[in-house]
């Protein structure tokens, strides 16, 4: 064997041995590979069996949020600008539907007649880009969000919902589970989620079902034993800037409600990190790291604020309202947990955030793991059949060539299986699909170079000029019908759903697999059977 067929073998053999270790890694018994096998190829929901979730996106929920902070940066800004309005004049409408959600609406009332211009003057500068400002008559006005900023509302409620809901999925350990975004932002706003495995989605419910909110809220006043209590010590009427929240209820306790600063000291937006351990007294709670620039914030604060009350608030429910008894750091903690799934699952909501908007379950459905285990034993069966046959024809046709092809073809399945693997990729029951046609793509092009070369031998070329001018006349046309096929995957990859991006993808693998098969691997076996021959006679073909 000379010097270029032993790099092109050690190239074939380091591609197969880098491929094994992809699929069963390092065994060191028979249990071990097939424990790899099963933990590097991950398979999809219709083959493992699981559970699919698909929720509806309520936007309304983010433009009425979105509102509601216009309302009070209004608020703030008419009274910086000695523009008095009462709050009670400032209000939005309250659209149910995600057909209404951008008819959203901010009503102003009771602006003075003095103060018109400054009012019309201070809405353009801080609120224009956004909101529109219309009169309705000398005193009253309405803002109506702009097409554009409603646009971009619409889609940003829909992607960060997915992003969230990604990341408290996988923070639960589920790393094979897909969430994707399924119809149009602004008609039909759907997330599928795909859970391999789960079987009872109901904490994954009740997960992303919790907004986690967090808030760190100064305490003015309480607490209070009822809610009549608190505004009747304020004569009715609210303080500006406060609201009433009520506490969570401890055992033995009675109803508390504590009234605190509308504008919180630290928001779970500050949290740069979160996690559940046990505390002195054994009892787990979740503890959180605060980012740098909330870190400086908040030990301004509580130095400036030693001796009052600090509320922990969470889902607008004040979980306890400590008092400030030194300068706090990056740190904190949420006592109260039941147990430690509780408070690791307080930590996950931390870390994800909250949802921009609430969601509708309209879909849920189970897979059990035996309809899964049906459809991959029919596939295999479906794919093993295939490939016999192909060997069985391949072998009858081509005779000893046909060895060649089978070589192919089989170290064209391992890289496949392998590529599936290094790319944390999952197999579906469309993507066996794509296994299969992979492998009459690689018969194809096995029989366009062995065509190829039967005809030049039949034209009367030697054996050797015969097998060199069929790989090269062959190659175009193989390269060609590949990437024809490659194109078309992408349009399907764009456009398709879960089940044909499967498909696409394992496609494609293929495909690529095949160019290096067919051509470099096919053309070396020729090469290395033909080598120490001085003069070939005849090829087996």
């Known amino acids: 064997m000379n010097r270029s067929l032993k790099i092109k073998a050690a190239i074939i053999a380091a591609v197969l041995l880098i491929c094994v270790y992809g699929i ?33 996106v309520q936007v309304q929920d983010a433009f009425k949020a979105e509102a509601d902070a216009t309302i009070q940066r209004l608020q703030e800004a008419a009274r ?14 309250d659209p149910q539907t995600i057909s209404d959600a951008d008819k959203i609406q901010i009503n102003v009332r009771g602006v003075p007649a003095t103060k018109a211009g400054d009012f019309r003057q201070l809405v353009n500068n801080e609120f224009g880009q956004t909101w529109i400002l219309t009169p309705v008559n000398a005193t009253d006005y309405r803002l109506n969000l ?12 829909v992607t960060q919902t997915r992003n969230t809901i990604e990341k408290k999925i996988n923070g639960l350990g589920l790393a094979e589970a897909t969430v994707q975004q399924r119809g149009s932002s602004e008609t039909n706003p759907e997330i599928l989620v795909q859970m391999p495995g789960v079987d009872d989605p109901a904490r994954v419910k009740e997960i992303l079902k919790t907004t986690a909110m967090l808030e760190l809220d100064e305490v003015k006043d309480g607490p209070f034993a009822t809610r009549e209590e608190a505004l009747a010590k304020h004569g009715g009427v609210l303080p500006l800037n406060t609201q009433l929240l009520k506490a969570v209820p401890r055992a033995g306790q009675s109803e508390g409600w504590y009234l605190v600063s509308r504008t919180p000291v630290i928001t779970g937006r500050d949290l740069r990190d979160a996690h559940a351990q046990q505390g002195e007294m054994g009892r787990w709670e ?11 914030r908040f030990e301004r604060f509580t130095e400036a604020n030693i001796g009052n009350r600090l509320a922990i608030v969470l889902d607008k429910m004040v979980l306890s309202a400590p008092t400030i008894q030194n300068r706090i750091g990056d740190t904190g903690r949420i006592t109260g947990a039941a147990n430690r799934e509780e408070a690791a699952d307080l930590a996950l909501n931390l870390r994800a ?14 897979i059990g793991p035996a309809l899964g285990a049906d459809s991959i034993r029919d596939g295999i069966y479906a794919g093993l059949a295939g490939i016999i046959a192909v060997i069985v024809a391949m072998l009858i046709y081509y005779k000893r060539a046909g060895i060649n092809a089978t070589l192919a073809l ?29 492998v009459g793509m690689a018969v ?24 060199d001018t069929g790989f090269n006349k062959a190659f175009l046309t193989i390269v060609d019908t590949h990437v024809t096929t490659v194109v078309s995957c992408a349009f399907l990859f764009i456009f398709g ?20 098969t067919a051509v470099f691997v096919s053309r070396f076996i020729f090469d290395a059977e033909l080598s120490g021959k001085r003069q070939v006679a005849a090829l087996s073909i």
Do not use: H
Not at 412 to 428: G, H, R, S, V, Y
Not at 444 to 467: H, M, P, Q, W
């Open 286 to 296: 979740t503890n959180f790291v605060l980012t740098q620039d909330a870190a400086k």
């Open 410 to 438: 089989i170290l064209n399945a391992i890289i496949l299986i392998a590529c599936l693997a290094w790319f944390d990729a999952t197999l579906t029951l469309p993507g066996i699909a794509g296994v299969i046609l992979t």
């Open 24 to 56: 069963i890694g390092i065994p060191k018994s028979g249990a071990d590979i097939a424990n790899n096998f099963k933990k590097n190829i991950r398979l999809g929901l219709d083959l493992r069996g699981g559970s699919q979730l698909v929720m509806q």
């Open 444 to 467: 194809d092009s096995n029989v366009l170079i062995f065509e190829r070369i039967r005809e030049e031998l039949r034209n009367g070329k030697a054996v050797l000029a015969a097998i």
């Open 80 to 93: 910086k600008a000695n523009i008095d309005i009462l709050p009670g004049n400032i209000d939005r409408n």
């Open 353 to 366: 955030g909250s949802l921009p908007a609430s969601v509708v379950y309209l879909e849920e459905r189970s």
């Open 497 to 516: 759903t879960t089940a044909v991006k499967g498909f696409a993808v394992t496609l494609v693998i293929g495909l690529v697999a095949n160019l290096f």
């Open 146 to 157: 702009r097409t554009s900023e409603a646009l971009k509302l619409q889609k940003d409620t």
